[in-house]
């Protein structure tokens, strides 16, 4: 089946580790992007790829980093710069210039917890 | 940048109409989204309204866009305990990624 697949889905982090947390998607997109959710915050960007070997900053970039080596994958790392990593992290993607504009599909999500 | 404004809350009894606006920022965006999120998961695309049109339907869904006070609202007919979720509203601005609201809790009273 044909979606967007994010793992871990559950990921526990000490104080001070980088940990990466890995999105893949075979739906040929060539758009992927990453977003985190707090509560009562909404989503806000962390990062978008529009294509392979090209990534952009979006709203709150800092203390994260992202790689687009391969169309279909979008890993994203929490480095241990990122004061507040708790939280709920969503992949998406979608495909440029589509009939239905810009409209972007997620995966399930990834819950990043700091102990 | 300029938000796209959600309120926060909404609770309605089983077998009523849901109605969730919105008030977006680019009068010129093309598109216009609603996401549906349950608890721990991702965000599910519920449907999308092209800008040159007032009005989407589909089956139990029914999406008003004004475009002269960048309102958009979605009502949900006949409301199931099943529809408990947040919604979120999203426009497109050209190319770039979609602007999200903070999203609507929908709570519904059985």
């Known amino acids: 089946d044909g979606g967007i697949t994010q793992s871990p889905k559950y990921l526990f982090r000490k104080e001070g580790q980088n940990v990466t947390l890995s999105c893949e998607q075979n739906?040929?997109?060539?758009?992927m992007y990453w977003y985190r959710q707090d509560p009562g915050q909404g989503l806000r960007l962390i990062y978008y790829?529009?294509?392979?070997?090209?990534?952009q900053k979006g709203d709150i970039a800092e203390g994260y980093s992202v790689s687009r080596e391969k169309k279909e994958s979008f890993p994203l790392t929490v480095t241990s710069a990122q004061k507040n990593p708790t939280a709920f992290y969503l992949c998406a993607s979608s495909i440029r210039g589509s009939v239905g504009g810009n409209t972007i599909y997620f995966g399930e999500g990834s819950w990043l917890t700091v102990v | 940048g300029e938000d796209v404004e959600q309120s926060l809350f909404l609770s309605v009894r089983e077998g009523d109409s849901s109605v969730i606006n919105c008030t977006y920022t680019d009068s010129s965006s093309t598109y216009l989204y609603w996401y549906k999120q349950e608890p721990g998961a991702g965000l599910q695309l519920l449907t999308y309204?092209?800008?040159?049109?007032d009005m989407k339907q589909d089956q139990r869904l029914t999406v008003l866009l004004n475009k002269k006070d960048k309102h958009l609202s979605l009502r949900i007919a006949d409301t199931q305990t099943g529809d408990s979720a947040i919604y979120f509203c999203a426009e497109s601005r050209g190319n770039t990624p979609l602007v999200f609201g903070k999203g609507t809790r929908l709570s519904v009273i059985a």
């Open positions: 739906l040929n997109h060539d758009a």
């Open positions: 309204i092209f800008s040159n049109m």
């Open positions: 790829s529009q294509i392979v070997n090209d990534f």
